[in-house]
């Protein structure tokens, strides 16, 4: 009987380490050609519908308003989700690593002793009755020890394919919600003229949508090719960590979404990053991980020079936004890396045309999935992912590469 249960133990522990190594990890997939193709036909939807019906009543527009705030605050409990599910998946991922490497060390030992009957050799080769029943019960705690630990293992391995398949369906949740603000936004803007918020207008997507996918097309990329490394060569996209956009820097104001902003009262509404300042106009700007240059924009009325970039993180896709730069130093389509400098901290000399800006510091935005013309929507605050100090002015100090 003991000898058919440690056979047993080592098929035991060998299975659950085969599926520990193979284990599915969630992964969104990359944005190909034929889903920018169809972003376009749905904003320029989108903007013709709004048109259509640009001289909506106050009372619909304050309720369109209401449907906009009542989405924002779904889009905001849905990140949070996100940022806490991700964070107990790496939590248990460290601790089945740890689990791991316990029962590759029993494994390693059954390996290295004389065959099957380990136990048995061990027990039969006690000297004494007592030293036999010592023996027998150090068998005893040591299979009841692998027993409780396969058990753990199980339990761990359970939880954590029921909270990727939980992030799965809260990034779904997050896809489907972002794109119904974004035809609301649409809607809402198109009938508030002074409506503004960073970014680029939607005219001005839709003319940059159209010459990407020109790009693209040009290149010979195929509508089921991803975006970010079709027709590029040796581009390095991959990355497995984030770095700061500034070697230096602090925090100056807070990212809020499409919420309230109270150090700001410009044309702007919300704010969808995070400023980054206590440096001078002319500071360089370096890529937060490596990438390819989605989209520059110059001398945008609220962002003025901005470039957005896409990343393939750890096989999770995102998108950074480097805005009220001075100067661009990257071309579209361009790899970057976090040693490649993106551009210039802009300041005083920008504010000519960037009525978004009062000086010098950077903004940094975040989102979810390659969206250089849904960003917005899709944003999140960067302080999930960077370890950045409080505002300085509330007595934060400062970050550094």
């Keep these: 009987m003991l000898m058919k249960d440690v056979i047993c133990m080592k098929k035991f522990i060998t299975i659950i380490i085969v599926m520990m190594m193979v284990m599915p990890i969630y992964k969104v997939e990359a944005k190909t050609l034929g889903d920018l193709k169809n972003e376009l036909s749905a904003l320029e939807r989108k903007y013709n519908e709004a048109n259509n019906n640009k001289n909506m009543t106050t009372e619909q527009i304050n309720s369109l308003t209401s449907e906009i705030n009542s989405i924002t605050s779904k889009l905001a409990s849905i990140k949070n989700d996100i940022k806490n599910t991700e964070d107990e998946i790496k939590e248990n991922e460290d601790t089945i690593e740890r689990k791991k490497e316990e029962t590759n060390e029993l494994l390693k030992f059954l390996q290295v002793s004389s ?186 009325g609220c962002g003025g020079n901005m470039v957005w970039v896409y990343h393939s993180v750890n096989g999770t896709p995102y998108t950074t936004v480097y805005m009220h730069l001075l100067t661009i130093s990257v071309s579209e389509g361009q790899a970057v890396t976090p040693m490649t400098k993106i551009g210039e901290v802009g300041g005083s000399s920008t504010r000519s045309y960037d009525a978004c800006t009062t000086g010098a510091h950077l903004h940094f935005g975040m989102a979810y999935g390659h969206n250089a013309y849904s960003f ?4 999140f605050n960067p302080r999930n992912i960077y370890n950045f100090p409080a505002v300085v002015y509330g007595g934060g100090g400062y970050f550094s590469r």
């Design 115 to 300: 065959g099957e009957n380990v136990y048995l050799e061990y027990l039969f080769e006690a000297d004494s009755y007592t030293d036999f029943i010592y023996r027998y019960a150090i068998v005893s705690q040591l299979t009841d020890y692998n027993n409780n630990l396969m058990e753990e293992l199980e339990e761990l391995i359970s939880s954590l394919e029921k909270k990727k398949e939980n992030l799965a369906n809260n990034k779904i949740n997050l896809e489907n919600s972002s794109k119904e603000l974004e035809s609301k936004m649409v809607t809402l803007r198109a009938n508030l003229s002074n409506y503004q918020e960073e970014g680029t207008t939607i005219e001005q997507d839709i003319a940059d949508m159209k010459k990407e996918i020109k790009r693209y097309v040009d290149k010979g990329c195929k509508d089921n090719e991803n975006i970010t490394t079709c027709g590029i060569k040796n581009t390095m996209v991959n990355a497995t960590g984030w770095n700061y956009p500034l070697a230096r820097g602090c925090v100056t104001s807070e990212y809020v979404g499409y919420g309230f902003r109270p150090d700001w009262n410009g044309p702007a509404t919300g704010h969808h990053g995070i400023d980054l300042d206590c440096v001078g106009e002319g500071t360089t700007v370096y890529g937060a991980a490596n990438g390819t240059v989605a989209r520059v924009v110059y001398r945008s």
């Design 376 to 379: 917005n929507s899709h944003s």
